[in-house]
């Protein structure tokens, strides 16, 4: 793979696929790149995969259903990883006081400590040029009622994303994510079918519309082309000026729904 263009219908078609995946597999894919963007191995990552990893430690890496590709010897120094088994995540939704200590744990481990596994693992073979990339959300600055375990979640990653740029900076190593808004993907059908979400979400953007996988791809393009090459520890906010205004209140338009 040598170009840009062929970089994002990659990283498109690979989106589209996780998102299309069942919640309950939970699988996830990252797209391997060399410097010049790039090479286009694409390793599909399960939980019982995670043995087979060279320093894998069953007690401090949890067989979580999300993250790792299993043949990380083959990543070359400066090579480029592209977690996007990170956008993968999902989200359990319940007021604080009455969510489940389990299900807020699940969310914590798939959106967060899975990520934190490919950043592990990668890191230790990306050397000068090397690049990672994560998928984190608008979540992970804006806070909404009923979400608390992926919001937390994501803002970690956000905050992973820049340890690990100070960590890995000195290996000439780059880590950046991307913060997507509201992308139209089988993950979102749940909330898109709740009357006023969608509409309450595009009124509090600047630019007046949902995300497309398409935006995510370019996005991520760009974070692992030379044109970003003095750019590490960047969360880049991908959600048409959502941020500069107002989560919608997913609870309350749920409540009605339901009648409450």
Known sequence: MNNDAQLKQLVKEKYSEIAKQPKDQNLASCCGATAACCGDDVYNIMADDYTRLEGYNPDADLGLGCGLPTEFAKIEVGDTVIDLGSGAGFSGFGLITELDADQFRS?????????????????????????????TSLNGRQPAIGMSAYCSAKAGLSMLTQVAALELGPHGVRVNAVAPGFVHTPLTEGAMAIPGVVEDY???????????????????????????????????????????????????????????
């Open 107 to 135: 969310v914590v481990d798939v959106c967060l400590t899975g990520a934190f596994l490919v950043i592990k693992h990668a890191g230790r073979h990306l050397g000068e040029g090397g690049s990672l990339v994560s998928l």
């Open 202 to 260: 595009v009124e509090n953007t600047a630019l007046g519309r949902t995300g497309t996988p398409e935006d995510i791809a370019a996005a991520v393009a760009f974070l692992c082309s030379p044109q970003s090459a003095w750019l590490t520890g960047e969360v880049l906010d991908l959600n048409g000026g959502a941020h500069l205004k107002r989560y919608p209140n997913i609870h309350q338009h749920l409540t009605k729904l339901m009648g409450q």
